[in-house]
């Protein structure tokens, strides 16, 4: 149980242009789903957190008009990067809540390698 | 200074070792402390979870919290080459966001 998945699992796009990210909890309903950005031996940078049928709370730094997030249902939601750059290339991972466990647990996704050329 | 600190690595020890790892932190609010392990590229696995100071095992996996001390300790005992991975502890402050800090990661390879 408690599976979360991501599509696609590694995307290149050209600079400029934007790319969707899906966040999917296969199992269960999250009430909560949060988005993290890992660079190269790095670790995992909270971009933002989102509740079903509310808006996302962004991180400091981070530019909801450039990330945007659309938590639509109770088992998926999406990342958009807006305008791609180079330093947007990065490996994102959701994870997620499953709200009738009432606890604290994330469960992750595999993770989106992001490459923008 | 950062609110969870964890040493990086890389931490190399021969099959069958134990292996400590460890984070520390400054928040007094954290009251709810997770391991997770992740595999080159993917996303992470939890491992061990705990709300309160002492000591839990699973298998040969044992997680400590000493909150007074503000660090908690992951402990592996005979250590695998599978066991070769980047290991992150994580906190929450049980509150309305849910919202965990992660430490760097460090990561381990066991030498077979």
């Known amino acids: 149980g408690a599976v979360v998945s991501q599509h696609p699992s590694w995307v290149i796009c050209k600079s400029g242009t934007s790319v969707k990210i899906e966040c999917r909890s296969l199992d269960f309903q999250a009430t909560t789903m949060f988005w993290y950005r890992q660079f190269p031996k790095q670790s995992l940078m909270l971009m933002a957190t989102?509740?079903?049928?509310?808006?996302?709370?962004?991180e400091q730094g981070v530019e909801k008009d450039k990330f945007l997030i659309n938590h639509a249902s109770l088992t998926l939601s999406t990342l958009t990067v807006t305008s791609a750059h180079p330093e947007d290339s990065s490996f994102y991972i959701c994870?997620?809540?499953?709200?009738?466990?009432?606890?604290?647990?994330?469960?992750f996704g595999p993770g989106t390698r992001l490459t923008v050329t | 200074q950062k609110e969870v600190e964890q040493d990086p690595g890389p931490l190399s020890v021969p099959e069958g070792a134990i292996v400590s790892l460890n984070c520390t932190y400054s928040?007094?609010?954290?009251?709810?402390f997770m391991w997770y392990r992740q595999y080159s590229r993917k996303g992470p696995e939890l491992l061990m979870y705990?709300?309160?100071?002492g000591n839990k095992e699973d298998g040969r996996f044992t997680a400590q919290v000493d909150k007074s001390s503000k660090y908690i300790s992951l402990f592996i005992r005979d250590s695998q080459p599978s066991d070769s991975a980047t290991y992150l502890c994580?906190?929450?402050?049980?509150?309305?966001?849910?919202?965990?800090?992660f430490g760097t990661g460090t990561r381990l390879k066991v030498l077979a």
């Open positions: 928040n007094s609010a954290f009251q709810y």
């Open positions: 989102s509740n079903e049928g509310s808006k996302a709370t962004y």
């Open positions: 994870s997620a809540r499953d709200r009738s466990r009432g606890t604290y647990e994330q469960y």
């Open positions: 994580a906190m929450n402050v049980i509150s309305g966001t849910y919202k965990y800090i």
């Open positions: 705990t709300y309160s100071s």
